[in-house]
């Protein structure tokens, strides 16, 4: 990591400065925050022994930094303000090194963290953008059951109610051999089971039993009369899924057109499916499949 020490008692900064490059850190030293530094830090060890008014400076300069404060004793003045400015975190001199080095992981593990928590709820908005789960209230009671065409759909609402209740998410597939020991080991998780519409009814009634005191949320590909507690369907429109192995020619096409049709116009679709423009007219009547504009 790139360091910078702001410190205007030498001896000090040497210490630290020399335990740092031993850590193998790159470092910067200055004793004034006057000097006109360009460079970017990862972390910024500053000392409120400065004027007020220079580490405050300092602060705003260096706001995407982890800023320590280095501190002779504590006030609104050397602490509580320079905080509420954007330090992350004091330490008292004089200070052990071994706790100055444990503060500067502690708060890079903390900011990579918090950098991949933000990515992946990107990601999961990205990939979740297109899918509606308005049909279910997040009161619902749980377990439920969700009857869907894909399971993106269920994906997100799983998410959705892990936030409701403040959990974390327990994925689990019912195609796995050792599913009912991992829903029953499990409980402080929202419990996610996919792969549902896979069982045999004996299978589903032994993991009906096991999920019956717990917060899980089950998707299926099929309509499942038989599970005794709460049920939904969520369904993306523009989307056909069909279960069996072997497709139709009729689905195949249905598929391909509802899919496709806002990518490719008309003439490059019909190509594309071996079949001419009033063929491909000809199929959406038949099928009852709306153009897209």
């Given at each position: 990591m790139n360091i910078l020490i702001i410190e205007n008692e030498i001896y000090l900064a040497q210490k630290v400065v020399s335990r740092l490059l031993d850590d193998g850190h790159s470092c910067d030293y200055v004793e004034s925050a006057n000097v006109n530094l360009s460079k970017y830090y990862d972390i910024v060890l500053l000392s409120t022994s400065l004027p007020n008014s220079a580490y405050k400076n300092i602060i705003k300069k260096y706001k995407d930094s982890i800023i320590i404060l280095l501190v002779s004793y504590i006030s609104d003045e050397t602490v509580t303000n320079p905080i509420k400015a954007g330090a992350k975190d004091y330490i008292m001199k004089p200070f052990i090194m071994d706790e100055l080095v444990r503060k500067i992981y502690h708060y890079k593990e903390f900011r990579n963290i918090s950098q991949e928590l933000e990515t992946m709820k990107e990601y999961l908005d990205f990939i979740f953008k297109d899918i509606e789960t308005d049909t279910v209230s997040l009161s619902t009671s749980l377990p439920l059951l969700v009857k869907t065409n894909t399971q993106k759909c269920v994906d997100k609402l799983a998410f959705q109610f892990a936030s409701r209740f403040g959990l974390?998410?327990?994925?689990?597939?019912?195609a796995k051999d050792n599913y009912l020991k991992e829903i029953s080991s499990t409980t402080r998780e929202l419990i996610y089971v996919t792969d549902y519409h896979t069982l045999k009814k004996s299978a589903k009634d032994?993991?009906?039993?096991?999920?019956?005191?717990?917060?899980?949320i089950i998707c299926s590909l099929e309509n499942e009369e038989d599970f005794p507690f709460e049920k939904a369907e969520i369904k993306k429109s523009d989307l056909v899924v069909i279960n069996d192995n072997i497709m139709t020619i009729n689905d195949y096409v249905k598929l391909m057109v509802v899919s496709f049709q806002s990518k490719y116009p008309d003439t490059e679709l019909s190509k594309k499916l071996g079949i001419s423009r009033k063929s491909l007219w000809e199929k959406r009547k038949k099928l009852g499949i709306e153009k897209k504009k």
């Open positions: 974390t998410i327990k994925f689990i597939s019912a032994a993991l009906n039993k096991v999920i019956e005191e717990k917060k899980c």
